[in-house]
């Protein structure tokens, strides 16, 4: 057990799964892997369709430390080719317990293979800041924006 108070807890549900990593030692993101195999243990591959999203298992299950969530982010090597993870930043809350599924969205107008182990995604650890809500009554004075809608100062 880490004594760092930023130590994210990996749960294998398989022993196969890959930990997350870092590609080098400044890296801020750990990257994901994805864990395909089959039912009699061989290696496989997942097929993102072009204009379309997949859903990747990764074998893991990833829990902050209290005080944290972490972020699912795409990398930016695939980014490149178009394939982004769908709702980036995935949000995984510091209270989920199940598998880590990265939704992988292919925005080119190839077909993308995902091999077993491939690196799909990364983990960004980042502190909770809470937040309530309050209704009010009336709407504050205009500050020079916002009436005209977004997008209204140009390009």
């Known amino acids: 057990m880490s004594t760092n108070p930023r130590t994210i807890s990996i749960y294998?549900?398989?022993?196969?799964?890959?930990?997350p990593s870092r590609a080098h030692d400044n890296?801020?993101?750990l990257d994901v892997h994805?864990?395909?195999l089959t039912e009699t243990g061989r290696a496989s591959?997942?097929?993102v369709p072009k204009q379309w999203v997949t859903i990747i298992p990764t074998g893991i299950v990833a829990i902050p430390p209290p005080g944290y969530y972490l972020q699912c982010c795409s990398r930016s090597g695939l980014?490149?080719?178009?394939?982004i993870v769908a709702?980036?930043?995935?949000?995984?809350?510091?209270d989920y317990?199940?598998?880590l599924l990265i939704h992988l969205f292919n925005g080119s107008f190839e077909t993308h293979y995902v091999a077993h182990q491939h690196r799909i995604a990364q983990l960004i650890?980042?502190?909770l800041i809470g937040c309530d809500t309050s209704e009010i009554a009336t709407l504050p004075s205009p500050r020079g924006r916002g009436r005209a809608g977004p997008g209204s100062t140009g390009l």
């Open 97 to 99: 317990t199940g598998e």
């Open 79 to 83: 980014a490149q080719k178009g394939i």
């Open 87 to 94: 709702n980036a930043p995935g949000i995984i809350d510091p």
């Open 27 to 29: 890296a801020v993101g």
């Open 125 to 127: 650890l980042t502190p």
């Open 12 to 19: 294998k549900l398989d022993p196969r799964a890959q930990l």
């Open 34 to 36: 994805a864990f395909l």
């Open 45 to 47: 591959v997942r097929t």
